[in-house]
């Protein structure tokens, strides 16, 4: 599985950005796309997950009511759509997979197994 993240991107806080995740490559027919980020000097955390095809998605506390992660099926693409962003968002962005059939998506990054290459989103105050 290959995946590609693009979008991100400058924007001052109160602003939003876009990111996407393009999955190509075999693929089972469900398996989890999530989206991580990392600060400089930070440790990676969790940014929101959905599995797909169900659908079910799961979000950190720090973008809940934010962000929203959605599913293109036909483009195997997974979008994170960030409203009210707030510097302390700026971090980069990477998209994963994990292909373990789940009935809640994990937050935990040792769990997926392919990684995209990041995209920046800088939020200026």
């Known amino acids: 599985v290959q995946l590609q993240a693009s979008g991100g991107g400058s924007v001052q806080a109160g602003g939003s950005l876009s990111v996407s995740c393009a999955a190509s490559g075999r693929t089972s027919s469900r398996y989890t796309v999530a989206w991580f980020r990392r600060a400089p000097g930070k440790e990676r955390e969790f940014v929101a997950a959905?599995?797909?095809?169900?659908?079910?998605?799961r979000y950190a506390d720090s973008v809940k009511g934010r962000f929203t992660i959605s599913e293109d099926s036909a483009k195997k693409t997974v979008y994170l759509q960030m409203n009210s962003l707030k510097p302390d968002d700026t971090s980069v962005y990477y998209c994963?997979?994990?292909?373990?059939?789940?009935?809640?998506?994990?937050?935990?990054?040792?769990?997926?197994?392919?990684w995209g290459q990041g995209t920046l989103v800088t939020v200026s105050s």
């Open positions: 959905i599995i797909r095809p169900i659908g079910r998605t």
């Open positions: 994963a997979v994990d292909t373990t059939t789940r009935e809640v998506p994990t937050p935990y990054g040792t769990y997926y197994r392919y």
